[in-house]
């Protein structure tokens, strides 16, 4: 019971993580994308 919690919060963890790399690589294109547009 114990296994199964810690593995759901890794995965918790691990899409989270995800989510965030995933957030700032399409951020960092946005800007990107921007200073070129305004240029």
Known sequence: ???VAASKAAT????GLIKAYLGSFA??????????QTL
């Open 1 to 3: 019971e114990l296994q």
């Open 12 to 15: 918790l963890a691990h899409t």
């Open 27 to 36: 951020l960092s294109i946005l800007v990107m994308i921007l200073i070129t």
